[in-house]
């Protein structure tokens, strides 16, 4: 198991990392949509991304390899034994489920609507990232709350 304070450095990393992607993702969206390209594209790269990230987590899966950094990897290892082989091999096979419907509803939807979306020069509303990232960072606390909380009862 983790003790208590090196569990806190782990989980502000894995904050910081998870919100740095977000921002890079929002930062290509912006620049995407500020460039005029056709909104059906970002679908399709979504839809690509998505099948990527389900086929990473499959294999993943499969082989029971993760495919992190080291203390992601810690982080990993500890909410394996937390939660218990069986719930956590539950959570990833719904994890990557979800992803694949994603994949499968992003290709759809860029086939078959029709985007329109007025070109601007500014890009996104500030209101979309504020919404994204509230609702990222409150799933994410309250999952690592949830097992942090159990762990701390095996331990105590």
Do not use: C
């Not at 390209?37 to 979504?46: A, E, L, Q, S």
């Not at 959570?91 to 290709?107: E, Y």
């Not at 329109?116 to 609702?135: K, N, V």
């Amino acid at each position: 198991m983790i003790e208590k304070e090196e569990l806190r450095k782990l989980r502000l990393k894995q904050f910081i990392l998870l919100n740095g992607t977000v921002i890079l993702v929002f930062l290509g969206m912006d620049f995407y949509i500020a460039q005029g390209f056709p909104p059906k594209g970002m679908i399709w790269i979504f839809g690509f991304l998505f099948l990527m990230i389900g086929a990473l987590g499959l294999y993943q899966m499969k082989t029971g390899k993760i495919l992190a950094t080291k203390d992601s990897q810690k982080l990993v290892k500890y909410e394996r034994e937390v939660m218990g082989e069986k719930t956590w091999k539950r959570q990833q096979k719904v994890g990557v489920i979800i992803i694949f419907i994603l994949a499968v509803t992003g290709f759809v939807a860029a086939a078959v609507i029709d985007f329109p979306l007025p070109h601007t020069e500014r890009g996104m509303d500030p209101a979309s990232y504020i919404g994204a990232f509230i609702g990222i960072n409150l799933g994410t606390g309250i999952r690592s709350y949830r097992i942090d909380k159990k762990g701390a009862e095996k331990l105590g």
